[in-house]
């Protein structure tokens, strides 16, 4: 990987965006889920408003939980979750060596219940939110290198 002076970070547009396909793909599937209790335990309720505001507010707390573990489990697997992916951009430690566990732990948890601290990325040189700032990553873009062994 190339030094930190020699790196391209990501701008707010391509974060923003695989963001929004991540955060997607987390409220597909807690939707899910909840539609298929609902089903589930609709002999159990009385009336179908009830199951609604005993629904509702586990989904409220549930959808940015799961939208943790689930970029805890990218980010430390994979350096990047699907979203980013598809943008091409991947988190890593501001010296540029993969990020881990615990980074993975800080960022995900505040930029699951505290997104607004991504705003920060604005005006920071190095494109940094506050989660991460606070975990101590950086978020790059993924130049893809041609591969010399395959025929043109």
Not at 3 to 31: F, K, M
Not at 68 to 96: C, D, E, I, K
Not at 115 to 131: E, K, M, T, Y
Request: proline share 7%; with cysteine; charged share 15%.
């Amino acid at each position: 990987m190339t030094g930190p002076s020699h790196r391209e970070y990501a701008g707010l547009v391509s974060r923003a965006v695989a963001y929004v396909v991540d955060l997607v793909v987390v409220t597909a599937c807690v939707s899910g889920t909840a539609a298929v209790l609902a089903l589930v335990s609709v002999g159990l309720v009385a009336e179908p408003r009830d199951l609604v505001r005993a629904v509702l507010p586990f989904l409220v707390l549930l959808t940015p939980a799961f939208l943790a573990v689930y970029s805890l489990v990218f980010w430390g697997l994979a350096g990047r979750t699907p979203g980013m992916a598809l943008l091409g951009v991947r988190v890593v430690r501001v010296n540029g060596r993969p990020v881990g566990w615990v980074s993975s732990v800080v960022r995900a948890m505040l930029l699951a219940y505290v997104p607004i601290g991504a705003v920060w990325s604005l005006v920071d040189r190095r494109r940094q939110g506050v989660h991460d700032k606070l975990a101590r990553t950086t978020v790059i873009r993924v130049v893809a290198t041609p591969d010399r062994s395959a025929p043109p």
